[in-house]
């Protein structure tokens, strides 16, 4: 779902949002301060409007939220299905209206802009009640944080593991998943002698796969970009960083076909390159082995999967949380009654028992995660112990260039073909990442 997103919001663009909006980024006005409480607000005779995205959380979650909030408040819920083709623009203009919705989702990269605009509530006063005692994942409630404020409350997370075929790793002598990185490349080792065909990637890791390449960064200790004074510097060119990126391209170049050096995920779909039968293993999200079982329905009882092992030899690599993020528009006028509603969806009850427990999303906090570990499938369950160690991208409107422009994309391809060196390849790309972070401050 992460794609789907990023594009929603690269489409526009932030100079775009701020036009439509007549506001100029930083100008938020939507700012409270001091702790308070959310309460239980009297609603009787009211109705809020709930702005949810379609795919996100199902009908039979949405009734059982809005059947709690209606016993609580007696007010009622108007919910409205948004479609991701023209979201942005859409979300935009109507922050920007006195009949704002009440409500909205929004993927967790998107929150700066919007917030950037003065479009959304500072929920900064009540965050503590509506973490509930719980430590949100980072990699939601980062972007969700700007100048030390919180734009949007976390509701559910997706991320990436390692999704491999069994039979053709049994075939090559390998019977159990890999527990370290070391014993990884091991066994790609044994995949690759297996099957010699050019074409045939022991592991598919395209050159522009800037989500996959990230975890190597992060793995190394490295940074995206840091901010400092209200200013931020991209650090894709530290030597943390560049450490990460080498040994990206060590893994990107020894078990990747050379083919797929200059290419993205999607053309072709990564999980028809697997279904096809021209690789063993790639790191995908989870909605993507659906996509194989529907493709090849013969590889249901084949499919593996694992969490990416560190480099280090300890734990697993920080993951990009794709997911999503509730706002409540500043021009909402039921902020009291939708305060109560994000209580709800964002409280550890209904996060277990609705959001994972009948959406099967992995939910808001790292609590949670170790609470319903149990009760996950196998082949679910190491994306949710990956979920646990994730880093948030820059909180900042600019990131919307980013994932716009497909920089990341050709930086990292310039990495995986030898085109520019990493520390080359990073310091350029840095350049416009420090500018594109600063555009809108």
């Keep these: 779902m992460t794609h789907t997103?990023?594009?929603?919001?690269?489409?526009?663009?932030?100079?775009?949002?701020?036009?439509?909006?007549?506001?100029?980024?930083?100008?938020?006005?939507?700012?409270?301060?001091?702790?308070?409480?959310?309460?239980?607000?009297?609603?009787t005779g009211k109705t809020i409007t709930v702005w949810m995205m379609n795919g996100d959380l199902s009908e039979k979650v949405l009734d059982a939220a809005e059947s709690q909030f209606t016993k609580a408040t007696g007010a009622k819920v108007k919910l409205q299905t948004q479609q991701w083709d023209g979201i942005t623009t859409k979300l935009t203009t109507a922050l920007a209206q006195s009949d704002a919705p009440d409500v909205v989702d929004l993927g967790n990269t998107q929150v700066p802009v919007y917030a950037a605009t003065g479009g959304l509530k500072d929920l900064t006063p009540y965050e503590s009640e509506l973490k509930g005692g719980q430590e949100w994942l980072s990699g939601l409630e980062g972007p969700a944080?700007?100048?030390?404020?919180?734009?949007?409350?976390?509701?559910?997370?997706?991320?990436?593991?390692?999704?491999?075929?069994?039979?053709?790793?049994?075939?090559?002598?390998?019977?159990?998943?890999?527990?370290?990185?070391?014993?990884?490349?091991?066994?790609?080792?044994?995949?690759?002698?297996?099957?010699?065909?050019?074409?045939?990637?022991?592991?598919?890791?395209?050159?522009?796969?800037?989500?996959?390449?990230?975890?190597?960064?992060?793995?190394?200790?490295?940074?995206?970009?840091?901010?400092?004074?209200?200013?931020?510097?991209?650090?894709?060119?530290?030597?943390?960083?560049?450490?990460?990126?080498?040994?990206?391209?060590?893994?990107?170049?020894?078990?990747?076909?050379?083919?797929?050096?200059?290419?993205?995920?999607?053309?072709?779909?990564?999980?028809?390159?697997?279904?096809q039968g021209n690789t063993s293993a790639f790191l995908g999200s989870a909605w993507e082995i659906g996509s194989i079982t529907t493709a090849k329905p013969a590889l249901k009882d084949q499919i593996g999967t694992f969490p990416m092992p560190s480099v280090s030899g300890s734990g697993t690599q920080p993951v990009f949380l794709g997911g999503s993020d509730l706002g409540i528009p500043a021009k909402s006028a039921n902020q009291d009654l939708a305060l109560y509603y994000l209580k709800i969806l964002t409280s550890k009850k209904f996060q277990q028992d609705q959001v994972f427990g009948v959406d099967g999303w992995e939910p808001n906090s790292t609590q949670l995660l170790t609470a319903v570990a149990g009760d996950v499938d196998a082949l679910h369950k190491p994306y949710f112990e990956a979920a646990s160690t994730s880093r948030?991208?820059?909180?900042?409107?600019?990131?919307?260039?980013?994932?716009?422009?497909?920089?990341?994309?050709?930086?990292?391809?310039?990495?995986?073909?030898?085109?520019?060196t990493a520390e080359e390849s990073a310091k350029d790309f840095s350049k416009h990442l420090t500018s594109a972070l600063n555009a809108s401050l």
């Design 145 to 275: 944080t700007v100048d030390d404020k919180l734009y949007g409350a976390p509701l559910f997370a997706g991320n990436r593991a390692v999704i491999y075929n069994k039979k053709v790793w049994s075939d090559a002598g390998v019977t159990a998943a890999p527990t370290t990185y070391e014993e990884l490349t091991a066994d790609l080792d044994k995949v690759k002698a297996a099957n010699t065909r050019s074409d045939f990637s022991a592991f598919y890791m395209p050159g522009q796969y800037w989500y996959g390449g990230l975890q190597w960064v992060w793995d190394a200790g490295g940074q995206i970009a840091t901010e400092k004074g209200g200013k931020w510097t991209g650090t894709l060119d530290s030597a943390k960083a560049v450490k990460g990126l080498d040994a990206w391209k060590e893994f990107q170049n020894a078990y990747s076909a050379s083919s797929t050096q200059d290419i993205n995920t999607d053309k072709p779909a990564q999980s028809d390159i697997f279904a």
């Design 392 to 420: 948030p991208t820059p909180a900042t409107p600019g990131w919307s260039t980013i994932e716009g422009d497909a920089s990341f994309q050709s930086m990292f391809a310039d990495v995986a073909t030898g085109r520019k």
């Design 5 to 43: 997103r990023s594009a929603a919001l690269g489409a526009l663009g932030l100079a775009a949002v701020l036009a439509l909006t007549g506001c100029s980024a930083g100008s938020n006005g939507a700012s409270d301060s001091g702790t308070k409480s959310i309460g239980t607000p009297d609603g």
